[in-house]
């Protein structure tokens, strides 16, 4: 099924169907549709290994975010914790958690840092963002940082596998064409990740890069993608 959305928003399509692949073509955004995504036993498959994955990985893991959690308050002042607040499936806001990277003021110093933004689009991305914490580099550099975001994934508002989340902020810029990656439950990891995210500098080829996620999604396809997030993860391959 094809539609163009110079006609009918978004919301509609995103709520009732699941996106196949999509093109921009002139002001228009055409999209095809595949029922993938509403098969239940898939879908159920998916939320079982989240939250048996999730909550194993923080039973498992409970002494590291001690260590963490001791390292980050002990190096800066501020919280343990930055409350990220983002938008989910269907453009739902959420709040989830990571522990933080960044000097306590980070958010009110970012005006002072847009010049430098290396990504084209409404996101942000700074490969040496002076906001960053000796301890959140480190952390940062095997992705220890978004631990805490498991809990979002049992919780439900998240998923390991998914298209990254937009800040708020973020997600009140992008165009209907970009609103569709959020069409399923976002992720702590994507294609995007594992797909060389430090050399993709326009947002929109990321977008692209989560649409072909959702296209082609298959639980053999999120485990291919857990397996590679987690060899880039013992690379250190983060910043």
């Not at 960053?132 to 809990?151: C, F, H, I, N, W």
Request: charged share 25%; hydrophobic share 40%; glycine share 8%.
């Amino acid at each position: 099924m094809v539609c163009g959305y110079g006609e009918f928003p978004v919301e509609v399509f995103t709520s009732i169907m699941h996106v196949k692949s999509a093109e921009e073509i002139g002001a228009f955004s055409l999209v095809s549709f595949s029922p993938a995504w509403g098969s239940g036993n898939k879908v159920a498959f998916k939320r079982c290994v989240d939250i048996v994955v999730s909550a194993t990985a923080m039973i498992v893991l409970w002494p590291l975010f001690l260590v963490l959690a001791i390292a980050v308050k002990l190096s800066s002042s501020g919280p343990v914790f930055y409350r990220w607040n983002v938008m989910g499936k269907d453009g739902e806001p959420f709040t989830s958690y990571k522990f933080r990277s960044m000097c306590p003021n980070a958010d009110e110093l970012k005006a002072q840092l847009e010049a430098l933004n290396e990504m084209s689009g409404p996101v942000f991305k700074l490969t040496n963002d002076p906001r960053v914490t000796a301890v959140g580099k480190r952390m940062r550099r095997y992705s220890l940082d978004e631990l805490p975001q498991l809990y979002s994934v049992l919780k439900g508002d998240m998923s390991l596998v998914g298209p990254r989340p937009p800040l708020v902020s973020e997600y009140v810029r992008f165009t209907e064409y970009q609103k569709q990656k959020l069409a399923v439950k976002p992720g702590i990891t994507c294609l995007w990740q594992v797909s060389g995210r430090n050399d993709v500098k326009n947002f929109d080829d990321w977008v692209k890069l989560d649409l072909e996620y959702i296209r082609r999604w298959t639980p053999m396809l999120d485990i291919k993608i857990l397996v590679k997030t987690a060899s880039e993860v013992f690379g250190g391959s983060g910043k």
